[in-house]
């Protein structure tokens, strides 16, 4: 069963960074995506960026250009780089994998099997 830990969650002031981490256990996916949710309070969870096996990404719109995903497969490991940081950027963020080659079916959860536990982003003005 994989497993999945995020770290690098905290509060930072708005216009800072943060740099989020998910190491994947017991991964054992040949061919996989992964990616980030978040959960604002009051609101759906909403997918944020996703990368595939081959290294193809895709970032929801509002996080293009100031979100940057990225893997380091020798570690297992995740990344979710965030700059220029808002205050509506303040969320629970969630890692997610599914066994399948392509970052489009980790937009939607009727595709993921794995979910990270969240570690909360605070963002202050």
């Known amino acids: 069963q994989v497993q999945l830990a995020e770290s690098g969650g905290g509060s930072v002031q708005a216009g800072g960074s943060l740099r989020r981490s998910c190491v994947a256990a017991q991964f054992t996916y040949t061919a996989w995506c992964m990616g980030w949710f978040r959960q604002r309070p009051g609101s759906e969870r909403e997918a944020v960026a996703q990368i595939d096996s081959d290294g193809d990404t895709d970032y929801e719109s509002s996080f293009k250009g100031r979100f940057s995903i990225s893997r380091d497969p020798a570690e297992n490991t995740l990344f979710l780089q965030m700059n220029g940081l808002k205050p509506e950027d303040s969320a629970m963020y969630y890692c997610?994998?599914?066994?399948?080659?392509?970052?489009?079916?980790?937009?939607?959860?009727?595709?993921?099997?794995?979910w990270g536990h969240g570690t909360l982003v605070n963002v202050t003005s």
């Open positions: 997610v994998a599914a066994p399948y080659r392509s970052p489009y079916l980790c937009q939607t959860t009727q595709w993921l099997e794995v």
